[in-house]
């Protein structure tokens, strides 16, 4: 698939990337309390928005950084055949402090229809392919819908246990909904063997594969 490759081909660019500002001094700022960005964050989404642009200039993006696009969003991508969904670095505050476990992670939904009601904006449609790289850890995860997922190639599929008491899990919340969250957190943790917050949610999404 086309769109697929490209996918994995400008993650790596973009992982390259990071982690070549990785050995350099970082700007870091703060969005809210606790919830960090870089300027190396900045330079990955336009690495990542550059590259879509020279090959798909008639896609639609949706970005992490990019504020602006995330105003009117059903205006903006209601004619888009395709959008693309990029987080340029998951983990943010992971890779601040230099712990490997953070992520490019980059998505392609494919549109069918556009709605409006009176409270919600609703797109319509598939996400056909998805790329999440963790260049630290050299593990790139990749999907095709209807094709299965991989990592690096290689097929993977979902655990078989099934009992909550024989279970690792994972999970992760916003510094904003900390006390809220960690009664949850508890109540699981003393139900199942254990549960982790790894601080970047795609490669959550991506060890349960």
Same mark, same amino acid.
Not at 124 to 141: H, T
């Given at each position: 698939?086309?769109?697929?490759?490209?996918?994995?081909?400008?993650? *790596? $660019?973009?992982? #390259?990337?990071? +982690? =070549?500002?990785?050995?350099? %001094?970082?700007? @870091?700022?703060?969005?809210?309390?606790? &919830?960090?960005?870089?300027?190396?964050?900045?330079?990955?989404?336009?690495?990542?928005?550059?590259?879509?642009?020279?090959?798909?200039?008639?896609?639609?993006?949706?970005?992490?950084?990019? *504020? $602006?696009?995330? #105003?009117?969003? +059903? =205006?903006?991508?209601?004619? %888009?055949?395709? @959008?693309?969904?990029?987080?340029?670095? &998951?983990?943010?505050?992971?890779?601040?402090?230099?712990?490997?476990?953070?992520?490019?992670?980059?998505?392609?939904?494919?549109?069918?229809?556009?709605?409006?009601?009176?409270?919600?904006?609703?797109?319509?449609?598939?996400?056909?392919?998805?790329?999440?790289?963790?260049?630290?850890?050299?593990?790139?995860?990749?999907?095709?819908?209807?094709?299965?997922?991989?990592?690096?190639?290689?097929?993977?599929?979902?655990?078989?246990?099934?009992?909550?008491?024989?279970?690792?899990?994972?999970?992760?919340?916003?510094?904003?909904?900390?006390?809220?969250?960690?009664?949850?957190?508890?109540?699981?943790?003393?139900?199942?063997?254990?549960?982790?917050?790894?601080?970047?949610?795609?490669?959550?999404?991506?060890?349960?594969?």
């Amino acid at each position: 698939m086309k769109i697929l490759n490209f996918a994995v081909r400008t993650a *790596k $660019k973009a992982g #390259k990337l990071i +982690l =070549e500002k990785s050995e350099k %001094s970082l700007t @870091i700022t703060e969005k809210a309390k606790n &919830d960090l960005v870089t300027n190396v964050d900045i330079a990955s989404e336009k690495l990542i928005i550059n590259e879509i642009k020279k090959t798909f200039p008639d896609h639609a993006i949706l970005a992490e950084e990019s *504020k $602006k696009s995330h #105003k009117k969003t +059903l =205006e903006l991508f209601a004619n %888009s055949k395709y @959008i693309w969904i990029i987080d340029p670095i &998951d983990g943010t505050t992971n890779y601040a402090h230099n712990l490997p476990i953070y992520t490019v992670s980059i998505g392609v939904f494919k549109t069918k229809s556009a709605e409006k009601s009176k409270n919600y904006d609703y797109l319509s449609g598939d996400l056909i392919a998805g790329v999440v790289y963790a260049p630290r850890l050299k593990e790139l995860f990749s999907a095709e819908k209807g094709k299965g997922a991989y990592l690096n190639n290689k097929k993977i599929k979902v655990s078989s246990i099934k009992k909550l008491s024989n279970s690792l899990n994972v999970t992760g919340f916003p510094p904003t909904h900390k006390n809220i969250n960690f009664p949850y957190f508890k109540t699981m943790t003393l139900k199942s063997q254990a549960v982790r917050r790894l601080g970047s949610a795609a490669l959550d999404l991506c060890y349960i594969a």
